[in-house]
């Protein structure tokens, strides 16, 4: 069965400095991995995705995440925290058999952002 | 750019009644899910449903639940008779394609409370 972990609930970095969100999955097949972010009273927005191509994967506003197999880690980072990256992120997994995609979403991690 | 609504923003219902939430993914897009949030806990997939009928339902989905795609452009998620422990944060989401690593966007949610 598949699962995500989100290590942290919540993350709190000063403007300016580095961000890391840590996420570790179970899977049985091949995984394709997505970051999500959900800013207050806002939708889901797909921030970035690994589908078995590159391990290191570029998202939006910075973001990026790195494909560890050996770890099984999907942990999101940004090299300089703004203030507008305050929002709740979320770790998901899909299931790679399943055509009809359904996602797997871990607890989240609230990122806050001190000035 | 094409986005997915849904409507309406919150929804006050009494137990036991009806509720239909209402959503409009986007155009051109073939297969369609709903997921929920009840606060403080996961996102969980419930629904997704492709060429009109269901593919997959979560056990969440029981006969309590329906959708429907009833004119080509809305999609809705029917609760016959609402619990307490419905009140959750409802997401519908849509993708172009069922094929895996296939992007799902995410509409920006209906806050159901049961009272």
């Known amino acids: 069965a598949q699962s995500v972990t989100q290590l942290d609930s919540h993350v709190s970095v000063s403007e300016g400095t580095p961000v890391l969100l840590r996420c570790n999955y179970s899977?049985?097949?091949?995984?394709?991995l997505f970051w999500y972010v959900q800013h207050p009273n806002k939708g889901l927005q797909l921030l970035l995705k690994?589908?078995?191509?590159a391990t290191l994967v570029k998202g939006i506003n910075g973001f990026e995440a790195e494909f560890k197999k050996s770890e099984t880690s999907f942990h999101l980072t940004k090299p300089s925290a703004h203030m507008s990256d305050a929002a709740e992120y979320f770790c998901?997994?899909?299931?790679?058999?399943?055509?009809?995609?359904?996602?797997?979403w871990g607890a989240g991690t609230k990122l806050i952002i001190k000035p | 750019e094409p986005e997915v609504t849904q409507t309406p923003s919150h929804q006050v219902t009494q137990m036991g009644q009806e509720v239909i939430l209402r959503c409009v993914p986007i155009?051109?897009?073939?297969?369609f899910y709903w997921y929920r949030q009840i606060l403080g806990q996961k996102v969980e997939f419930l629904v997704s449903?492709?060429?009109?009928?269901?593919?997959?339902k979560s056990e969440i989905f029981d006969d309590q639940f329906s959708v429907e795609r009833p004119d080509g452009s809305n999609f809705t998620l029917k609760i016959r008779s609402t619990k307490l422990e419905d009140s959750a944060m409802y997401f519908c989401?849509?993708?172009?394609?069922?094929?895996?690593?296939?992007?799902?966007?995410f509409g920006p949610g209906t806050r159901l409370t049961v009272l």
């Open positions: 690994y589908t078995s191509a």
């Open positions: 155009s051109n897009h073939l297969y």
């Open positions: 449903f492709y060429n009109n009928e269901i593919s997959e």
């Open positions: 989401a849509s993708s172009a394609g069922g094929r895996v690593n296939n992007e799902q966007f």
């Open positions: 998901v997994v899909s299931d790679h058999l399943d055509s009809n995609y359904q996602l797997i």
């Open positions: 899977s049985s097949y091949s995984p394709s």
